[in-house]
């Protein structure tokens, strides 16, 4: 509805108490479907371009002639809600372009992505970007009360349901003129403000509080995750068993098993092997023939029936080699192609990459390690009999005998110190980053014994 001289609105008490409104020298025009709710009989309705000069002409000027000590407001300069943060003048801005003057105690309105709220009462006079309209309220009403109004949600609603430009969306003037504003009387409506300048403080508190709380639960599981994953590997998740293996003795096999894959030429001597003992209550590693002390690289205790290894002893790794796009295809046939992180998921492979060149370098079981580009540090288990990898994926193979989910996990638990050793403008991880860990060996039951729980208890966790 637009305004084209005055705009009476009231109840026709004879009739049907409906409310209606009368424009100029028109009829009377019910507008029950317009009135958004009840007020007390002592309140009156009145359309904001009657009550306001928002839809009046604002005086304009340069910046560049205006005063350089004068107030110079920008919408930077609000914050969401309505707090004022800074007060610069035009001369620290260094302001240019068209600017609207404003006086103290007019209420500033901004137009712009109004679902910010960026309303507030002026403090002091001075000049604002076009996007804030500034505007007086007549009869005495309280400016306090009409920002209050403006930041009900049921005027948000009303005003963002009708704003126009998808990336910069603004509301027009006619839309707020006509919007209905419930007027109570002048001392009630100070009364109203006096009460919510009470609880606002309040209000903000609790929302403040509202935010933190819903922050932590929107992080919650995946910091549980983290301390399951930290309680894993420190051989605190599950009980020991005194009739398991001792970790000492598995360490030993596998050193076995490695020494029979070199003979049988599978993989190659480590060129530097590594063992890690207790002497005198002391972690030490034996490298190179030296001995050295390694207590300040210990990360935690672990159960006596556990042992300490360099992540590289006990395990082999491959790197994977890319193809050119002639020798990958997307058409099912032949080997399949892993190419990085948005070829694996949660648990699995997913397959959208095949290469007919005879090339195998990851198997059912191995652990699939991503070492650089986007989502490096990510893992999964092989689930697929064959594939070839790209670079930027290691596999550690399925060689020793270690349960190769504890493997993953103990990466896993170690995602964010693989991700810190991320190096160049396309991060990655070296081999050695990945080789020189410090890992944790529990006896082989008692490692199958975590994975179990740790999946009992991620499975909880997708239930929160």
């Known amino acids: 509805m637009g305004y084209f001289s005055r705009s009476v609105i009231f109840h026709d008490l004879d009739t ?34 009657m009550i306001s000069s928002y839809s009046h002409t604002k005086q304009k000027i340069n910046a560049q002639n205006a005063n350089l000590d004068m107030w ?9 809600g309505g707090r004022l943060l800074a007060r610069k003048t035009v001369g620290e801005r260094k302001a240019v372009g068209d600017k609207t003057f404003f006086d103290s105690g007019d209420i500033l309105y901004s137009k712009l992505r109004p679902y910010l709220l960026k309303i507030l009462v002026a403090p002091d006079c001075g000049i604002c970007t076009p996007e804030i309209v500034p505007f007086k309220v007549f009869g005495k009403l309280n400016p306090e009360y009409i920002v209050a109004f403006l930041k009900c949600p049921y005027v948000n609603a009303i005003i963002n349901a009708v704003t126009y430009g998808v990336k910069m969306p603004r509301v027009g003037t006619e839309t707020m003129a006509d919007l209905l504003v419930p007027i109570p009387p002048l001392s009630e409506q100070k009364r109203i403000v006096e009460k919510l300048n009470e609880v606002t403080p309040l209000t903000d508190s609790y929302a403040e509080v509202y935010v933190r709380v819903a922050g932590l639960n929107q992080e919650f599981p995946e910091l549980l995750k983290k301390s399951i994953l930290q309680e894993a590997v420190q051989g605190k ?23 029979q894959l070199i003979k049988a030429g599978k993989i190659k001597r480590d060129k530097h092997e590594s063992v890690i003992f207790r002497r005198d209550n002391s972690h030490y590693e034996k490298l190179d023939g030296i001995d050295r002390c390694i207590d300040d690289e210990i990360p935690f205790e672990i159960p006596d029936s556990w042992v300490w290894a360099r992540f590289g002893q006990v395990i082999f790794l491959l790197s994977g080699t890319d193809f050119n796009p002639k020798e990958y295809n997307d058409t099912q046939k032949g080997i399949p192609y892993i190419t990085g992180a948005s070829s694996l998921s949660e648990n699995g492979v997913l397959l959208n990459r095949w290469t007919e060149t005879a090339r195998v370098i990851a198997n059912y079981g191995d652990v699939l ?49 693989i991700k810190s050793k991320g190096q160049g403008v396309i991060p990655g991880i070296d081999r050695n980053s990945v080789m020189n860990l410090l890992f944790p060996i529990p006896p082989l039951s008692e490692q199958r014994r975590i994975v179990e729980k740790q999946r009992e208890l991620f499975d909880k966790i997708t239930l929160i």
């Open 16 to 49: 049907d108490n409906l409310p209606y409104e009368k424009v100029g020298k028109n009829e009377p025009v019910c507008i029950a479907d317009e009135v958004p709710f009840e007020i007390p009989d002592s309140w009156v309705w009145a359309r904001l371009g």
């Open 237 to 259: 998740l599950v009980p020991q068993d005194p009739a398991d293996e001792p970790a000492s003795v598995l360490l030993k096999r596998i050193r076995s098993e490695k020494e």
């Open 369 to 417: 390690l991503v070492c650089k580009g986007s989502g490096y540090g990510k893992t999964v288990i092989c689930d697929i009999e064959e594939a070839h990898i790209a670079r930027q994926i290691m596999a550690i193979k399925k060689f020793i005998t270690l349960d190769m989910h504890y493997v993953r996990l103990f990466l896993q638990a170690n995602f964010d110190k």
């Open 72 to 80: 110079g407001l920008d919408l930077e300069d609000i914050e969401k």
